[in-house]
Each structure stands twice: as structure tokens, then as C-alpha cells.
């Protein structure tokens, strides 16, 4: 098959394709993704077929192509399920001394110094690395570590309590 066929192809045939995939799944998104890979399919396995019935081929890799996107889907939408179970099955008292201990972290964050906040926040919440934090501040990585250390130091005092 050569590029101009598989062009002409694709032309005729992938509205349809891809309205069959919406029909069968109601996501128009997925659709798309499933009629393109579809055809990437075919592109790849173009020796591995005569040029007999190529819609009808089309149809069937979509089709199958759709049924293992709605099972990884499945796979997926169930370990979120168990996971947000598993994240709900604790028991009263456990949540209660979670949530105090986020509003202990809360206002002990509230009240570290300027200086110590901002470099504990760049690097827990931001991801930064230290020499990244000093080279954004404009100061020393020794003057970051030290900060960090003291905020490390007064987060964990403030908390325990």
C-alpha cells in the first residue's frame, strides 16, 4: 500500500470509523483516539493483508482497539474506587487526630518566619532543589539549608505538640 493509497483511505473512511467508536461509546474524545490508532494500525499491518474488504478490517481493529481502551478504563476507575475506600475506612478518631494535626501544621506554617516559610514551601511544595531555591532568592545554597533546617526544626516542635 502506498502513501497516496492509505491517504485516499483514511479520506473515505474515517468519519465513518470514528462515528462508529462514538456510537458504541458516547465519548467523542476517545473516538478520535481510537479511529487514529486504528489507522496507524493499518499502516503498520499494511503487508499483512490482501486490499480485499479494508473497511470491514477497519472496523474489526476498532472495535477491539475500543474494547481494551473501556477495560484499561475499568482496570483504572475500579483502583481509584478501592483506593479512595481504603482512604475512608478509617475510624473516627483517626480522622479527628488527622485533621487536628493538618490545622497544627496550618498555623504553624502560618507563623514561621518570612524567610524560613518561603524556602520550605519552594522546596516541599514546588519540588525545588536547593541551589534552584538560592539561585530564585538570590542568596547562598549554605543560607537555604540553614533555613530549611530551622523550619524543618520549628514545624516539627509546633506539630508535636
Avoid: C
Avoid at 511544595?125 to 523550619?151: C, H, P, Q, T, W
Amino acid at each position: 500500500m502506498t502513501r497516496e493509497e492509505f491517504k485516499n483511505i483514511f479520506d473515505t473512511h474515517f468519519a465513518g470509523v470514528r462515528n462508529y467508536i462514538y456510537y458504541r461509546s458516547g465519548d467523542q474524545e476517545l473516538a478520535t483516539d481510537v479511529a487514529q490508532e486504528a489507522f496507524i494500525t493499518l499502516w503498520e499491518k499494511k503487508s499483512g493483508f490482501a486490499n480485499g474488504n479494508i473497511k470491514g478490517l477497519l472496523f474489526k481493529i476498532a472495535g477491539d482497539l475500543l474494547i481494551t481502551q473501556l477495560r484499561k478504563r475499568n482496570v483504572a476507575m475500579r483502583y481509584k474506587a478501592k483506593a479512595v475506600d481504603e482512604q475512608f475506612n478509617e475510624s473516627p478518631e483517626d480522622l479527628m487526630a488527622y485533621k487536628e494535626m493538618l490545622r497544627n501544621y496550618e498555623r504553624a506554617l502560618e507563623n514561621l518566619p518570612e524567610k524560613q516559610r518561603t524556602v520550605f514551601l519552594l522546596s516541599r511544595m514546588e519540588g525545588l532543589k536547593y541551589f534552584e531555591i538560592a539561585d530564585n532568592l538570590g542568596v547562598s545554597v549554605k543560607a537555604v539549608e540553614k533555613r530549611m533546617k530551622n523550619a524543618l526544626e520549628y514545624l516539627r516542635k509546633s506539630i508535636g505538640n
